[in-house]
């Protein structure tokens, strides 16, 4: 979060700078299975983020010395294009940030996938930020998650992922940059739906434990909204394969 010193209204007139309430996301759509060159992908548009998740795998896990005989491993990489941001974000190379999130979105997946069904392989997943406004891990985790499934990478879930966070004392869903930069309190969760099983908790800020039990709630209401649209993407991408 920025210093809030030159802090901007981020309420006015009892609404978010963008005019949205404070329990509503931002439009999303997802295409699934867009990238003909990638075992799986998918491309999310969640307000103006932009993003592109490619899966490469199962294949033969290298360098030889890192593969598992049990089970497979699970390689990230998250990216943001030089021109996805005007921010410090938009630079070439993976930053400290970059590496820390490719990390984490790693960890969400090691916890979903069936690696133990293919020993000895790698599964890779490129996650590339065409432009972001804030959140974009959470919109990166969602957009893998259905490339994922597009390869036909065995999972026991599809998970989502959605930022919550704290403006004064009112607490609003899916932060876009300006909220994400000066808000007083932001949490990117990542959530199996199918038990409501958290993956990923990460907070800058604070907040009670009666702030942090209503954002839990409103991550999970929007998180069905979220889940029906990765479901439909692929819903659409299976309709339009041709039959054999």
């Given at each position: 979060m920025a210093s809030s010193l030159n802090k901007p209204k981020l309420i006015i007139d009892g609404k978010?700078?963008?005019?949205?309430d404070f329990d509503e996301a931002r439009e999303i759509k997802i295409v699934a299975?867009?990238?003909?060159?990638?075992?799986?992908?998918?491309?999310?548009?969640?307000?103006?983020?932009?993003?592109l998740a490619a899966?490469?795998?199962?294949?033969?896990?290298?360098?030889?010395?890192?593969?598992?005989?049990?089970?497979?491993?699970?390689?990230?990489?998250?990216a943001m294009a030089p021109f996805s941001s005007l921010?410090?974000?938009?630079?070439?190379?993976?930053?400290?940030?970059?590496?820390?999130?490719?990390?984490v979105i790693k960890e969400v997946?090691?916890?979903?996938?069936?690696?133990?069904?293919?020993?000895?392989?790698?599964?890779?997943i490129f996650i590339e930020v065409l432009q972001g406004d804030g959140g974009t891990r959470a919109a990166g985790?969602?957009?893998?998650?259905?490339?994922?499934?597009?390869?036909?990478?065995?999972?026991?879930?599809?998970?989502?992922?959605?930022?919550?966070?704290?403006?004064?004392?009112?607490?609003?869903?899916?932060?876009?940059?300006i909220e994400d930069n000066y808000s007083d309190s932001d949490m990117p969760i990542a959530?199996?739906?199918?038990?409501?099983?958290?993956?990923?908790l990460q907070m800058?800020?604070?907040?009670?434990?009666?702030?942090?039990?209503k954002a839990l709630s409103m991550v999970l209401e929007s998180g069905k909204k979220v889940s029906e649209v990765q479901k439909e993407a692929l819903r659409k991408a299976y309709a339009s394969e041709p039959k054999n």
């Amino acid at each position: 979060m920025a210093s809030s010193l030159n802090k901007p209204k981020l309420i006015i007139d009892g609404k978010r700078v963008d005019g949205r309430d404070f329990d509503e996301a931002r439009e999303i759509k997802i295409v699934a299975s867009p990238l003909k060159n990638a075992d799986g992908s998918a491309y999310i548009e969640w307000g103006n983020n932009k993003i592109l998740a490619a899966v490469y795998g199962p294949r033969e896990a290298t360098p030889r010395h890192l593969s598992d005989s049990t089970k497979a491993i699970i390689k990230c990489r998250y990216a943001m294009a030089p021109f996805s941001s005007l921010s410090e974000h938009g630079r070439t190379g993976p930053n400290r940030r970059a590496i820390e999130i490719s990390k984490v979105i790693k960890e969400v997946f090691e916890n979903v996938v069936m690696v133990n069904d293919f020993p000895g392989s790698e599964i890779a997943i490129f996650i590339e930020v065409l432009q972001g406004d804030g959140g974009t891990r959470a919109a990166g985790i969602t957009a893998a998650s259905v490339a994922l499934a597009s390869a036909g990478i065995h999972m026991r879930d599809l998970p989502y992922a959605i930022s919550v966070g704290r403006i004064d004392d009112k607490l609003a869903i899916d932060f876009n940059m300006i909220e994400d930069n000066y808000s007083d309190s932001d949490m990117p969760i990542a959530v199996a739906p199918r038990n409501n099983e958290i993956l990923l908790l990460q907070m800058d800020g604070g907040m009670t434990k009666d702030q942090m039990s209503k954002a839990l709630s409103m991550v999970l209401e929007s998180g069905k909204k979220v889940s029906e649209v990765q479901k439909e993407a692929l819903r659409k991408a299976y309709a339009s394969e041709p039959k054999n």
